[in-house]
């Protein structure tokens, strides 16, 4: 089916029923009227919340669908945005005004693809030496390399990155169309956010569903078959980890002018970590549990700012939280929201065959049942059964 | 006659002078105390076939209990040293029954990734205990005094740390392919459901390792108290330099984890000299060296 007979068809069932596309038609309504209705912070935190979301998604290409676990993604997060930031204070001044008002715009889209770009060169050589490696070996080499980009960073080689300073990132206003814009604006910058990561997903997305995606899984699920029907799994996880260097440098790109400044932390292994703990969180098996992740954690971690009692000692809590997840939630977050729109539909059903008393019954069963399944893993875990994926 | 041993006098001062020696010192004790962790490391993942993200903050750990006992309980260095090595050994332990032997069966990723938790939580429990300063120990008394070796004075416990690593390696060899236990944790880690089925206690012997393995780390740390000052974070700076250590030598192999360690401390004693900074980014470079020409480490393909 062609795209546009998809379309059609995405519309027509979202007109009908809560299938996926409504929700997403839903979704995407509210995020253009986002900065209208929501206080300032919350769209600050809102971008940040996109940039996390690509961040996870693109590290899930390499994990949940390659499956090779890279633990130095901020290798080029950190990378992108730190070409972003020289390209900006080193060249920016040297691009001739004759461009006129609209230059910032253009210096700025400019220094974005050279940050890509040179994420791009980076990866190239980097991902063929990882690829090289199974797959303790590829975590390992990914996380010392990701560290050896903060310890260069942090020894500020020839004045280019400022060592533990950072670089300012500071976004002027163009004259687009008669019309002045900051571009540091906060509605604004969310507009131009929200356009980049709606592309960057749609990508990403027609990646994982491509010939090229199903390689990936093929990959992830037996290599040794996929090398026997002829696949070249060392080139082609190397194609996907290039791939991935790409959306993650885009995502670093777009945080940068966010938090007005790159610094040698965005290298460091915990922001690696955030990458990993969304996808796991979220699920990796499925396209949007990285999305639903890191939607989790960066609200998470919001409301613990909330409580200073909790705040003070959050990356306990993180810890804790990662380790039930991966003991007890196989599937992450997302297999949770899923099965939670899943048990949602059965209570539609009921209501539609017994009314309100249905719904009734049907809900005390069903959090019965669930919670007598908790207790019985739980009992089952303390006497020291084995714990099966679910 | 005596002309020749004069000349060969001569000579040898010569070498000593220009050797430098002090900085080969160093760099061997550095490597002394890596040696200890990378070991630790080895260890566990040669037979259990889990990388323990969590070893550097285990070392830490061992860290601040060997000053904690030196400095303000009990005052006596040495009773730090085993606290600290069977206190890592028991948390190794609870982390191992408790947590990691419910996934065998998983993928290593997921096992890898819970190891990874841990470090969040230990590094929270020990800002929780100790604070986020820097402490400092003192050298331990017993060797409070300075050795004269080919013309350089070193200190003794540096000294000390060198043979002590030589004597860890050398024992746990022994231990390995001389005994009974060596044996059936050598079976175990080739195979591990033969072992079971000609009635190795595999639970046992795995938990046994990762005990040996989380002791070593916890020592290393408590030794390493006297020698550099410890704050929150070098649990975080020891798991990249293991890691490196562990590559360049290669994961499973002890010879390996021995001469990556005097590798990386080698570079680290001499690395300042060569290019600023060079102790911190030099590691990577033979990392990446050893990796194009050689993946599976120098020593690579298991003990």
Redesign the interface.
């Known amino acids: 089916m062609s795209l546009r007979e998809r379309t059609a068809e995405s519309v027509a069932s979202a007109r009908t029923g809560w299938t996926k596309a409504r929700i997403l038609a839903i979704t995407l309504a509210f995020l253009l009227v986002a900065p209208f209705v929501l206080p300032e912070f919350q769209v600050f935190v809102l971008i940040e919340v996109f940039v996390f979301v690509l961040f996870a998604t693109s590290f899930n290409l390499l994990y949940g669908y390659t499956g090779l676990l890279s633990f130095g993604h901020a290798l080029f997060y950190a990378g992108g945005a730190y070409g972003l930031a020289i390209f900006l204070r080193d060249i920016g001044p040297l691009l001739p005004a004759a461009l006129g008002g609209v230059s910032p715009l253009v210096v700025f889209g400019f220094a974005g693809v050279a940050g890509v770009i040179a994420i791009t060169l980076v990866a190239i050589p980097v991902g063929y030496l990882s690829v090289q490696l199974e797959e303790i070996y590829f975590a390992m080499i990914t996380l010392a390399f990701g560290m050896g980009l903060y310890t260069v960073v942090l020894q500020n080689p020839g004045g280019l990155t400022n060592g533990s300073e950072g670089i300012l990132v500071l976004l002027g206003s163009a004259d687009v169309l008669g019309l002045t814009v900051q571009l540091g604006s906060r509605t604004t910058y969310y507009y131009f956010v929200l356009a980049v990561f709606l592309l960057s997903m749609y990508a990403l997305w027609r990646i994982v569903v491509s010939p090229f995606g199903a390689v990936c899984k093929s990959i992830r699920e037996n290599p040794e078959r996929a090398e026997a029907i002829g696949i070249n799994v060392t080139r082609h996880q190397w194609l996907t980890f290039i791939l991935s260097a790409m959306f993650t440098a885009i995502a670093g790109i777009l945080m940068a002018p966010h938090h007005n400044i790159v610094s040698p932390e965005m290298a460091y292994w915990e922001t690696s970590a955030v990458a990993v703990v969304s996808a796991v969180l979220g699920g990796p098996s499925v396209f949007l549990g990285p999305a639903f992740g890191a939607i989790a954690f960066r609200y998470l971690r919001w409301i613990i700012t909330r409580v200073p009692a909790l705040e003070a000692h959050w990356e306990l809590a993180f810890g804790i939280l990662l380790i039930v997840v991966i003991l007890f939630l196989n599937k992450g977050v997302s297999g949770g929201v899923y099965s939670f729109a899943g048990w949602l539909r059965r209570v539609e059903l009921a209501y539609n065959s017994d009314g309100l008393e249905g719904v009734r019954n049907y809900i005390r069963e069903s959090v019965q049942g669930k919670l007598s399944a908790m207790v019985s893993t739980t009992t089952r875990y303390l006497k020291g059964t084995r714990i099966e994926g679910n | 006659m005596a002309d020749g041993r004069r000349v060969c006098n001569a000579s040898v001062v010569y070498l000593l002078e220009t050797i430098p020696i002090r900085e080969i010192f160093i760099g061997l004790s550095i490597g002394s105390r890596l040696f200890l962790i990378a070991l630790g490391l080895s260890l566990i993942?040669g037979v259990l076939g889990v990388?323990n993200f969590a070893h550097g903050a285990l070392y830490m750990i061992g860290a601040f209990i060997g000053m904690s006992f030196t400095t303000e309980l009990v005052g006596n260095f040495w009773i730090g040293l085993l606290a600290a090595g069977l206190t890592v050994g028991l948390i190794g332990v609870v982390i191992e029954s408790g947590?990691i032997?419910?996934?065998?069966?998983?993928p290593?990723?997921?096992q890898?990734?819970?190891t990874?938790?841990?470090?969040?939580?230990?590094?929270?429990?020990v800002?929780?205990t100790w604070g986020t300063g820097t402490k400092t120990t003192p050298t331990p008394q017993l060797l409070d005094f300075d050795v004269a070796l080919l013309g350089a004075s070193f200190t003794a416990y540096r000294v000390f740390l060198i043979l002590l690593s030589g004597t860890v390696m050398i024992t746990l060899w022994l231990v390995l392919q001389r005994t009974f236990v060596g044996r059936v944790v050598r079976a175990t880690s080739t195979d591990r459901d033969m072992s079971a089925l000609l009635g190795v206690n595999v639970p046992r012997v795995y938990t046994g390792v990762f005990f040996v393995g989380s002791a070593l780390t916890g020592i290393g740390g408590a030794l390493a108290a006297p020698i550099q000052g410890i704050t929150p974070g070098i649990g975080?700076q020891v798991i990249?330099q293991a890691?490196?250590i562990?590559?360049i030598g290669g994961?499973g192999s002890f010879v390996g984890a021995f001469a990556g360690a005097m590798i990386i401390g080698l570079i680290n004693s001499f690395g300042v000299l060569v290019i600023?900074?060079g102790d911190?980014?030099l590691p990577?470079l033979v990392?990446?060296l050893v990796?194009?020409f050689r993946?599976t480490g120098l020593f690579g393909g298991g003990s």
Request: aromatic share 20%; glycine share 2%; charged share 15%.
């Open positions: 993942f990388l947590f032997r419910r996934i065998y069966d998983r290593k990723l997921d890898l990734i819970l990874f938790a841990f470090i969040f939580v230990i590094n929270e429990l800002l929780l975080n990249i890691f490196i562990v590559v994961l600023a900074g911190v980014f990577f990392m990446l990796l194009i993946p």
